[in-house]
């Protein structure tokens, strides 16, 4: 250790505060407002009068707290009471993602599509790999390791730190842990500590065959376990690979089967495991293991024809490569059984040397992986790192120095599961709409030059973009932006409410040629600021949805059908509870993200958008999914609702910036 972190583990730990149970009064409040923008435009559709329906939520509101709901939240404040760390994450939240039960590929796993590296070239190797991606693959996990130990001995986020207090227990998540799938609700493998032999393992996904590669080895002199240097990675890496490239026949699927539907899956594991004791050993080193690294076989390509996008860049050929080095991370059918679905975070390079990350979304939130991620593309690939790696010959066989085969037994039942699975994963595959925008007109820097916040500009502009994408009957949509509890003690998301009344109030008028700038301008403005303190009470533990969340569940089955016993109740059984929470409009910022070249992540509605977004200081970067299938979506039309979007605010703002200027010169005068 050294002596930083001596210094940093001898100072006082900083401790987070517990995640608050939110007033009663003051949720059903913020609820309520959250619903004017639905109900104006369910009056605009129905004909009921917007002040009579609004009078009716809010006759149930007060019924609610006054009865029903006092005995909630005291029920939820108990429950607090006996949770170790909070109400939220130790009972609920955990609980909603391990439900779900349609498959992980796309519409859960996050995406992360990694910078290229300059001056590098695919120069094939004997295993039909390419050299340079065995060493991207190599250097990468091990950079990936050393950031692990250094966060475990705390000389980067130490404990002293709000953040590191939150990093450090976030980023423990993405290692040695793995969703497990079972019938009606699945489980999250326990964190497996580093001194159990399976806990030390890389497990390495080569041409559907899965290895498991050795990272630690114990100091004979010291006694402890200690990182493999990133020469031998690179040697165990390429052994892998040879191994993968010349042993006969094909490998079974089976990382197929980790994409399908989670009932489905968990049927086939059931019938995996009973056919051997080995494969119960298999999937135990991938459940335990630090995490998985894919070396795709292919490098996944678009032609002209099957790409309908027209980039707006003007560049296609650019936007070609985007989109194919998006498609492959998120996963395509040429690699999806290259995968294992279930695993916390997989590496991925492709024999160009292109990279990223995917991974399951229940044990950390995507913020987590792409700080991991940027720190570990920060620095490049040396470039005297393996040179001579390959100049030696590797022996075929079942494991070598530091590696080993990890071989599922199968039967005619588990082929004919993986060939249906791998046809069911291709659909969805084929279904997804998926592509990247880099917006280059400006970025954060700009945006805050004028005193507005970057986030806000960009959920405004979604807010805009849907509109004009939308006929008037669906014109406005319940959105979904994820926010951060980090500051508080197993803090995870809270929700933010994009579409508002004022956010609604200010799209109306973009479009009317009636209305002046001055006018457009103001309600922008005002809408900025609903955003912004929108986001300060959602991340300071004064959000709504998950208090919602937590209340109804505090509701017994007798109760919640119970409305003339227990008024009030009909606050949850309205149709338009569930309405403000269909989140057609799904979204998410991370961070500024210059070493990404695009992130993604599934919509969650057959007729919705899933935006991901990174605000730069110069370029905005966009990863949006919807679905073919769909008559309402479309992504590059909503591209370019985008766009226009930006470019018609960034032109209001400089008319009132300008105005602003002119009106100040004139009073100096």
């Known amino acids: 250790m050294s002596a930083h972190a001596r210094q940093q583990a001898e100072s006082k730990p900083i401790r987070l505060p517990r995640l608050p149970v939110p007033d009663l009064s003051k949720t059903l409040t913020k609820y309520l407002a959250s619903l004017e923008p639905l109900l104006q435009e369910e009056s605009l559709r129905t004909g009921v009068p917007y002040e009579q329906a609004y009078a009716l939520r ?106 590191g207090v939150w990093f450090r227990e976030s980023v423990s998540k993405m290692f040695n842990i793995c969703r497990i799938p079972h019938k009606a609700c699945d489980s999250l493998s326990p964190l497996s500590p580093l001194d159990h032999s399976l806990s030390q ?83 135990e080193s991938i459940v335990r293991s630090l995490f998985c690294v894919s070396l795709d076989f292919e490098t996944h390509a678009l032609d002209e024809e099957s790409q309908t996008y027209s980039p707006l860049s003007g560049d296609r050929q650019r936007q070609l490569s985007l989109d194919a080095h998006l498609h492959s991370v998120r996963s395509t059918s040429s690699n999806v059984s290259n995968r294992f679905f279930d695993k ?15 991974g399951e979304h229940s044990p950390c939130d995507a913020l987590v992986p792409s700080m991991v991620g940027e720190h570990i593309i920060g620095q490049s690939v040396p470039e005297d790192f393996g040179r001579n790696t390959f100049d030696v010959e590797f022996n075929s066989g079942s494991s070598g120095d530091g590696w080993h085969r990890l071989d599922w037994i199968t039967d005619s039942y588990i082929h004919s599961a993986c060939v249906e699975a791998k046809e069911r994963a ?47 009957e669906s014109r406005f949509t319940a959105t979904y932006e994820t926010v951060l509890t980090r500051m508080f003690h197993k803090g995870r998301t809270e929700t933010i409410r994009t579409l508002s009344t004022d956010s609604r109030r200010w799209v109306l008028v973009m479009d009317d040629s009636s209305v002046t700038a001055d006018s457009k301008s103001a309600l922008l403005l005002r809408a900025l600021q609903t955003h912004t303190a929108l986001t ?51 979204t998410s910022g991370l961070s500024e993200g210059p070493l990404f070249k695009g992130t993604g992540f599934g919509a969650a509605y057959e007729d ?3 935006v991901n977004y990174l605000v730069g200081p110069l370029t905005i970067k966009f990863g949006i999914e919807s679905k ?5 979506t479309s992504t590059s039309e909503f591209q370019e609702a985008i766009v226009s979007a930006l470019w018609d605010m960034h032109d209001i703002c400089v008319h009132a910036a300008g105005h602003a200027a002119a009106s100040e010169q004139k009073s100096k005068l």
């Open 608 to 610: 919705g958008y899933g």
């Open 536 to 586: 300060r009470e959602a991340m300071t533990g004064r959000g709504i949805d998950r208090h919602l969340l937590g209340l109804r569940n505090m509701l017994t089955p007798e109760e919640l059908v119970s409305p003339s016993e227990y008024p009030g109740i009909e606050l949850f059984t309205d149709s338009l509870y569930g309405k403000s929470q269909e989140w057609l409009l799904s």
């Open 201 to 283: 393992l890389v497990v390495v996904i080569a041409k559907n065959w899965f290895y498991a590669l050795r990272a630690y080895e114990l100091n004979p002199v010291s006694g402890q376990l200690e990182l493999v240097a990133a020469s031998q990675i690179l040697e165990r890496m390429a052994a892998i690979a040879h191994d993968a490239s010349t042993r006969p026949g094909e490998a079974p699927m089976i990382g197929a089967l980790s994409a399908d539907k989670r009932d489905t899956w968990a049927q086939n594991l059931s019938h995996l495991l009973s056919l051997s004791s080995q494969n119960h050993h298999v999937h």
């Open 58 to 163: 809010e006759k149930w509101a007060d019924q609610f707290s006054n009865g029903i709901g006092k005995v909630c939240q005291e029920r939820l404040k108990a429950l607090d009471r006996a949770s170790p760390n909070n109400w939220l994450d130790d009972n609920f939240w955990l609980k909603t993602y391990l439900e779900w039960r349609v498959p992980l590929l796309i519409n859960s796993n996050w995406w992360l599509a990694f910078s290229d590296e300059e001056g590098f070239g695919g120069t094939s190797s004997a295993s039909g790999f390419t050299n340079w991606q065995l060493r991207r693959a190599a250097w990468l996990t091990h950079r990936t390791l050393e950031l692990k130990n250094k966060i475990d001995s705390q000389e980067v986020y130490p404990d002293t730190t709000r953040t």
């Open 426 to 472: 291709d659909r969805i595959i084929s279904n997804s709409d998926d592509s990247v925008l880099w917006f280059e007109g400006f970025g954060c820097e700009w945006i805050k030059s004028l005193g507005l916040s970057s986030d806000a500009f960009v959920q405004l502009a979604l807010q805009l973009a849907w509109f004009r994408t939308h006929p008037k």
């Open 628 to 632: 073919f299938s769909s008559s309402c």
């Open 344 to 358: 916390s975070c997989t590496l991925i390079v492709d024999p160009s040397g292109q990279a990223g990350a995917m």
